[in-house]
């Protein structure tokens, strides 16, 4: 049963590709979405090139700011996969050859007749101390040390990963939404929004405006773990949308 405080998380993405536009991810949404199931809230995300020093800070911010920090990329076998070093360096740990992720690779290489050699072999590094996340895509593990857990950047596999994790993470209480939807501008909306805000501050209200071939439309957002507020805060939004002459939208079943 989830817990009924609020679990909060931070992603750090890593890696010059993303920087440069190369590779899109697609890590994001789908972490973000796995996470509110469970309760816990993506508070922060963070996108660092593969340069030390940078991981190594973000690492230290993120983890004392929240209950669990994500990262996904740079474990790999090449000579800008620094993620593992730079975590253990940001806990002050030796990294070390993990003897069962080396068991699991060689396990898989035997197999498949890949060739052992240092390079792979740098797959097998960890932080001392550090369990292991399972990937049953292509064996080389993530690892989790204290509330960081370091995935792969390639979705399938930080997919996998990030499927194996759920009995380790304890979340609080879902975060619900409502959304309304009305045809008035948002600069119509702007200012009684504003004091519904200050009504019900508890409740994250957010408006979202899109262009429709009817005219202008928005969506207001309302977000909170307690039903009944957020029940009484959508209806306030719809009385004030028909206070401005607005219409709200049915929404779809």
């Given at each position: 049963m989830a817990d009924s405080k609020i679990v909060t998380a931070?992603?750090?993405?890593?890696?010059?590709?993303?920087?440069?536009?190369r590779t899109k991810d697609a890590n994001l949404p789908f972490i973000a979405e796995g996470l509110g199931t469970m309760g816990?809230?993506?508070?922060?995300?963070?996108?660092?090139?593969?340069?030390?020093?940078?991981?190594?800070?973000?690492?230290?911010?993120?983890?004392?700011?929240?209950?669990?920090?994500f990262t996904t990329g740079g474990i790999g076998p090449t000579h800008d996969d620094i993620t593992a070093?730079?975590?253990?360096?940001a806990?002050?740990?030796?990294?070390?050859q993990n003897v069962?992720?080396?068991?699991?690779?060689?396990?898989?290489?035997?197999?498949?007749?890949?060739?052992?050699?240092?390079?792979?072999l740098r797959m097998a590094n960890t932080p001392e101390g550090a369990t292991l996340i399972d990937n049953p895509v292509s064996a080389a593990p993530g690892f989790q040390i204290e509330n960081v857990f370091v995935?792969?950047?390639v979705p399938k596999i930080m997919q996998a990963m990030f499927g194996s994790l759920r009995e380790r993470l304890v979340g609080g209480a879902p975060l619900l939404s409502e959304s309304v939807v009305c045809?008035?501008?948002?600069?119509?909306?702007?200012?009684?929004?504003?004091?519904?805000?200050?009504?019900?501050?508890?409740?994250?209200?957010?408006?979202?405006?899109?262009?429709?071939?009817?005219?202008?439309?928005?969506?207001?957002?309302?977000r909170h773990t307690d039903a009944d507020l957020l029940e009484a805060a959508a209806a306030a939004v719809m009385v004030l949308i028909d206070e401005l002459g607005g219409e709200v939208e049915p929404q779809e079943p």
């Open positions: 931070a992603l750090l993405i890593i890696g010059n590709e993303i920087l440069s536009g816990i809230r993506l508070s922060e995300v963070r996108v660092v090139p593969d340069v030390a020093e940078e991981i190594i800070g973000a690492v230290n911010v993120l983890r004392e700011k929240y209950d669990y920090l070093e730079c975590v253990a360096a806990l002050d740990l030796p990294l070390v069962e992720a080396r068991r699991r690779l060689e396990e898989r290489w035997a197999s498949t007749g890949i060739e052992i050699n240092e390079a792979r995935m792969a950047g045809n008035l501008p948002e600069g119509q909306l702007a200012t009684g929004l504003a004091a519904l805000q200050e009504r019900y501050p508890d409740v994250d209200i957010g408006s979202y405006p899109s262009y429709a071939h009817s005219g202008f439309r928005v969506a207001v957002v309302l």
